[in-house]
């Protein structure tokens, strides 16, 4: 399938909304130059605050929950993207990801769907033309546009059967809302100057979650899905898929866990508060009561795929930095210098927000455990996807780690806390090469029950 600009693109909403996108920001950069002035200012700071309110787009999901990601989501279809590496080691990751995803839905007898660009479909028919793939079950989608190879975080895919992509905002806009709802939330976390650098500098310490928006890869594909005849809504709050995580809680009732960063984000540009955020996200995801959705600190990423994991039933493993905190915080005493310094103050703001995390989930009813799984860009087995094979077997796919982790984690996902059959290892040498640009395996792939 082939999808080209044509009258699916004039029918997206981020080609028809950019008037509106740009009103909204016009109204808020009037309601900052008016903020010195407040008290002059009551009634028409109100004013423009109803406005902007008043530019919330109503639902158009149909009120339905995206795929868990819990085991009970049963996924059996992977929706992956490839695009390849523009220089040779990236582009040996991607095909090392593309040939991993292949080989993995095969043995499985999973169902797998690609969206590649025009350049790169010969990498992807060359792979599905070995004689070992025959029997997979495939498609591949074609757009003329460059593709992200993060597939998860610009779709969900709902119980309905609809699809679902996030909203379009300014990037400016949303860029100074999420920055303003970490600024609030993480006030007395670390000293002020600390804590302005880590603002400014989101790169070098939690890396700001706005990337769909900047490539607007959900434009791509909410055309692709309308090209597939799917009805296509768009969730109002700025969710990237990374960000909230479906599940359900320990007595089965369906929760949705969503990090603060979309929560506050959202929050700034609606002008809503918290509870509002959360009642726009039950509309669109179809849930009874904001009780539901579960507003979780971000556990010192800019996703929480990357330092959590839900593993069904009301249980979360979610991650514990405490003794790397440690052990910077004596290498700074020991050897003190703006190298050793700054890890210290890195890792004490990621164990405090860690700490706040479990807060949250603790105060939602969630049963915690505490592990660390992850290293920097060394390796994370928290970001990943559950799936179901064809005989009806529990896997989980991660990130490639070295070999002594791979084996504790092992252990825990199928002896100690018996949640899948096995768990299916990346090449450790592309895990490393995509964590390094702030993103794993569950970064790369988006699961469904069907397509």
């Not at 998860?152 to 895919?157: F, G, L, R, T």
């Not at 609606?270 to 669109?284: A, F, K, N, S, T």
Request: aromatic share 6%; charged share 30%.
């Amino acid at each position: 399938m082939c999808v080209r600009k044509d009258e699916e693109e004039k029918q997206s909403v981020y080609e028809v909304g950019k008037s509106e996108e740009r009103s909204l920001h016009l109204l808020h950069e009037t309601l900052r130059s008016m903020q010195g002035e407040a008290r002059k200012n009551t009634k028409a700071i109100e004013s423009i605050e109803g406005r902007i309110r008043g530019a919330l787009p109503s639902t158009d999901t149909g009120g339905s929950l995206p795929q868990k990601k819990t085991p009970s989501g049963r996924t059996r279809v992977l929706h992956i993207n490839y695009s390849r590496g523009q220089r040779d080691s990236s582009a040996k990751a991607e095909l090392d990801h593309l040939r991993f995803f292949v080989r993995t839905a095969g043995e499985l007898g999973l169902r797998l769907e690609i969206l590649t660009d025009t350049k790169s479909r010969e990498d992807v028919e060359r792979e599905l033309a070995q004689q070992d793939y025959e029997t997979l079950d495939s498609t591949v989608l074609e757009s003329q546009e460059l593709v992200s190879k993060w597939a998860e975080d610009s779709v969900e895919y709902l119980k309905n059967g609809r699809v679902a992509v996030p909203n379009h905002f300014d990037e400016g806009l949303l860029e100074w809302a999420m920055t303003a709802g970490r600024k609030h939330r993480w006030q007395g976390m670390i000293p002020q100057e600390t804590l302005e650098k880590a603002l400014q500098e989101d790169r070098s310490w939690i890396l700001l979650g706005v990337r769909v928006n900047a490539s607007r890869m959900a434009a791509i594909r909410e055309r692709v899905e309308r090209a597939k005849g799917k009805v296509v809504g768009h969730i109002r709050a700025y969710i990237e898929g990374g960000n909230a995580i479906a599940g359900e809680d320990a007595t089965g009732k369906s929760v949705a866990i969503v990090g603060k960063d979309a929560i506050g984000a959202t929050a700034h540009i609606y002008r809503l508060d918290e509870d509002g955020v959360r009642q726009l996200i039950c509309e669109d995801f179809g849930l009874d009561s904001i009780e539901q959705v579960i507003c979780v600190e971000q556990p010192g990423k800019f996703h929480l795929d990357m330092g959590m994991l839900f593993i069904g039933n009301g249980t979360v493993v979610l991650n514990d930095s405490s003794e790397a905190f440690r052990a910077a915080v004596e290498m700074a005493e020991l050897v003190p210098c703006l190298t050793t310094e700054t890890m210290a103050a890195k890792l004490k703001l990621q164990y405090e927000l860690e700490e706040e995390a479990a807060k949250d989930l603790k105060a939602a009813g969630i049963e915690i455990k505490r592990k660390n799984l992850e290293s920097g860009r060394v390796y994370n087995f928290f970001n990943g996807e559950f799936v179901e094979s064809k005989n009806g077997f529990k896997y989980f796919i991660t990130n490639g780690g070295p070999k002594e982790q791979e084996e504790e984690f092992e252990a825990l996902m199928t002896r100690e806390w018996k949640v899948v059959r096995k768990v299916i290892f990346s090449p450790r040498e592309a895990a490393r090469k995509s964590l390094q640009e702030w993103g794993g395996v569950g970064c790369r792939v988006k699961g469904s029950y069907e397509s």
